[in-house]
């Protein structure tokens, strides 16, 4: 974000919906595009997001993420940690949408969907923190 990209950018600019912090390594997660015959349910979509989020963990700096979604999607993020900060923040058609945020390290575990993935996302987790342990 801070590209002037993300369309929730345009939502967050010149609010203080949450502390300054939370902005900052943020990227917007809800242009994840799966062809139609790949759309088999929030399974599908909670493995994609895993193996995504993972990539973006290993390969460059994310704290945060935020999305524009429908009530439906709304639901989804917030079982994976993350919290609706506007409910009706825009409409797209006759459909009302919302914004959501949740933290990076929160979102990977709670889409770890089995004893290997939580591994990993644990492991992945560790190695991101040992940098500030070593400036502590």
Same mark, same amino acid.
């Given at each position: 974000?801070?590209?002037? !990209?993300? =369309? ?7 609010? /203080?919906?949450l502390p300054a912090h939370c902005y900052d390594a943020s990227w917007e997660v809800?242009?994840?595009? !799966?062809? =139609? &015959?790949?759309?088999?349910? +929030?399974?599908?979509? #909670?493995?994609? !997001? ?9 390969t460059t700096r994310i704290e945060n993420v935020f999305a524009v979604c429908t +009530?439906?999607? @709304?639901?989804?993020?917030?079982? !994976?940690?993350? *919290?609706?900060?506007? #409910? ?7 459909? /009302? ?5 949740? #933290? @990076? *390290?929160g979102v990977l575990m709670a889409l770890a969907g089995n004893e290997e993935e #939580? ?10 923190? &040992? =940098? &500030?342990? &070593?400036? /502590?």
């Amino acid at each position: 974000m801070n590209q002037g !990209l993300a =369309p929730c950018e345009a939502l967050l600019d010149g609010q /203080s919906l949450l502390p300054a912090h939370c902005y900052d390594a943020s990227w917007e997660v809800g242009r994840l595009v !799966l062809a =139609p &015959e790949y759309r088999a349910g +929030p399974e599908v979509l #909670k493995r994609c !997001l895993f193996v995504t989020l993972l990539h973006l963990l290993r390969t460059t700096r994310i704290e945060n993420v935020f999305a524009v979604c429908t +009530p439906v999607l @709304a639901r989804l993020y917030r079982r !994976l940690g993350c *919290s609706v900060i506007i #409910k009706d923040a825009c409409e797209n058609g006759d459909q /009302s949408l919302s914004l959501i945020h949740g #933290k @990076a *390290s929160g979102v990977l575990m709670a889409l770890a969907g089995n004893e290997e993935e #939580k591994l990993l996302a644990q492991c992945e987790l560790a190695v991101r923190r &040992e =940098p &500030e342990l &070593e400036m /502590s």
